[in-house]
């Protein structure tokens, strides 16, 4: 029954001593923060988006990229149409709630929200992320 515990508990006991690693030693824990990414379909939709998200205090950062082709299947046929991407930088830990709030704001049926974990960087820039966006 120990061992039992105790392989279900290392994830958790892991994590903990990652975190604790990491305040003593002052270093990165990789997969910390994340970019979204969020297509928008222009440049006033991108803006609306991007500020909502911000005065959620859900991101730190969006950037806003110009016009890019984009080519997909919708209902079984090809489109191609031009879109405005977000890159949105964030704590992982609010990737959920993140991707909740754009569906609800977002005009697309099924709005692209993907993310990438951030495994390494400048510790300063990491630093400033951690402290815009607040924890759960």
């Known amino acids: 029954e120990v061992l039992t515990l105790l392989v279900l508990m290392y994830p958790l006991l892991r994590g903990l001593a990652v975190h604790l690693h990491s305040a003593l030693t002052g270093s990165y824990i990789p997969g910390t923060h994340s970019i979204a990414f ?11 988006v991007a500020r909502a998200i911000m005065d959620k205090k859900l991101a730190a950062y ?5 016009k890019s082709s984009a ?28 991707s909740n709030y754009v569906r609800s704001i977002h005009p697309f049926e099924i709005p692209e929200i993907i993310s990438l974990p951030i495994e390494q960087g400048n510790p300063l820039y990491l630093k400033w992320i951690e402290e815009n966006v607040p924890r759960d």
């Open 38 to 48: 969020v297509s928008c379909l222009n440049e006033q939709i991108a803006r609306d």
């Open 62 to 66: 969006v950037n806003i990229l110009p």
């Open 71 to 98: 080519l997909y299947f919708w209902k079984g046929e090809l489109e191609e149409s031009t879109e405005i991407l977000l890159l949105v930088k964030t704590r992982t830990s609010k990737i959920g709630e993140l």
